[in-house]
């Protein structure tokens, strides 16, 4: 009995979040490609590379990570644990305006995660309770819906809010990180301004991707609301309203 509640709960999360999810970044993915085909003989006027446009970044801030190349299509990513930019060789020996604006875009993770007042730390910090409360929901919708209890689906909706306060902490985080990758090209002079408005274009195109996973994550927190009663789920909700209102206890 539990493997097959196992089971029914990792069908409902491929259901109601994974499939939805996947669709809509495959949708935003392919926009992004687009975007890339079509700017992809728009190159810098000092002919860098991206590997060279995120060295440079890197350098001049003063900070010591390391460069790392990788296979795949859109694989780039920055491991905060090794401090390591790892752009895909297209990326990392690729002249376009595309190419240098997500190098700069991951050498913007690393200035975000080397100080301390960043969108970084706040995502990074939050991103076990997220992802916890993204393994709970579906347990406590099912024990919700099987004991008709509106307790049970008030925590699967408190634990799903959990992991979406992730995703816009994400979506901050990459908006952000995308923001520093222009200042920098401009602030030290790897592209001018013309240039600069393709490698925001392919930068806004790349952030559709987590816009399109909230939007998912919406969806699913709609469906997921579907099954409360919120006149029920307000009484079952109102002794606990009044006790966080009553604390701390009067003193006598």
Same mark, same amino acid.
């Given at each position: 009995?539990?493997?097959?509640?196992?089971?029914?709960?990792?069908?409902?999360?491929?259901?109601?979040?994974?499939?939805?999810?996947?669709?809509?970044?495959?949708?935003?993915?392919?926009?992004?490609?687009?975007?890339?085909?079509?700017?992809?003989?728009?190159?810098?006027?000092?002919?860098?590379?991206?590997?060279?446009?995120?060295?440079?970044?890197?350098?001049?801030?003063?900070?010591?990570?390391?460069?790392?190349?990788?296979?795949?299509?859109?694989?780039?990513?920055?491991?905060?644990?090794?401090?390591?930019?790892?752009?895909?060789?297209?990326?990392?020996?690729?002249?376009?305006?595309?190419?240098?604006?997500?190098?700069?875009?991951?050498?913007?993770?690393?200035?975000q995660a080397n100080r301390l007042f960043s969108t970084w730390w706040p995502m990074r910090l939050w991103s076990p309770f997220g992802l916890l409360g993204l393994g709970l929901c579906f347990w406590a919708w099912l024990l919700g819906s099987v004991l008709e209890d509106q307790r049970w689906l008030l925590a699967a909706l408190a634990c799903f809010g959990a992991?979406?306060?992730?995703?816009?902490?994400?979506?901050?985080?990459?908006?952000?990180?995308?923001? /520093?990758?222009?200042?920098? !090209? *401009?602030?030290? %002079?790897?592209?001018?301004? @013309?240039?600069?408005?393709? $490698? #925001?274009? &392919? +930068?806004?195109?790349?952030?559709?991707?987590?816009?399109?996973?909230?939007?998912?994550? /919406?969806?699913?927190?709609? !469906? *997921?609301?579907? %099954?409360?009663?919120?006149? @029920?789920?307000?009484?079952? $909700? #109102?002794? &606990? +309203?009044?006790?966080?209102?009553?604390?701390?206890?009067?003193?006598?």
């Amino acid at each position: 009995m539990f493997w097959l509640c196992v089971q029914l709960i990792a069908l409902l999360r491929f259901v109601v979040v994974g499939f939805p999810r996947r669709l809509a970044a495959l949708a935003a993915c392919t926009a992004l490609a687009v975007v890339l085909w079509l700017h992809r003989h728009r190159h810098s006027h000092q002919a860098l590379t991206g590997g060279e446009v995120a060295e440079t970044i890197l350098r001049r801030n003063g900070l010591r990570t390391q460069l790392g190349v990788t296979c795949g299509w859109l694989s780039d990513h920055y491991r905060p644990a090794e401090d390591i930019v790892v752009l895909s060789e297209r990326v990392f020996h690729g002249t376009s305006l595309g190419a240098l604006g997500v190098a700069a875009h991951e050498a913007g993770h690393a200035l975000q995660a080397n100080r301390l007042f960043s969108t970084w730390w706040p995502m990074r910090l939050w991103s076990p309770f997220g992802l916890l409360g993204l393994g709970l929901c579906f347990w406590a919708w099912l024990l919700g819906s099987v004991l008709e209890d509106q307790r049970w689906l008030l925590a699967a909706l408190a634990c799903f809010g959990a992991y979406l306060l992730f995703l816009l902490l994400q979506l901050a985080c990459e908006a952000d990180a995308s923001r /520093l990758a222009i200042r920098e !090209l *401009l602030r030290h %002079g790897l592209v001018d301004r @013309a240039e600069s408005r393709v $490698a #925001r274009r &392919v +930068l806004r195109s790349a952030l559709a991707t987590y816009v399109a996973a909230s939007a998912a994550s /919406l969806l699913a927190l709609a !469906l *997921l609301t579907s %099954g409360i009663e919120w006149d @029920a789920a307000a009484e079952h $909700a #109102r002794p &606990v +309203l009044d006790a966080l209102r009553n604390y701390p206890p009067a003193l006598n």
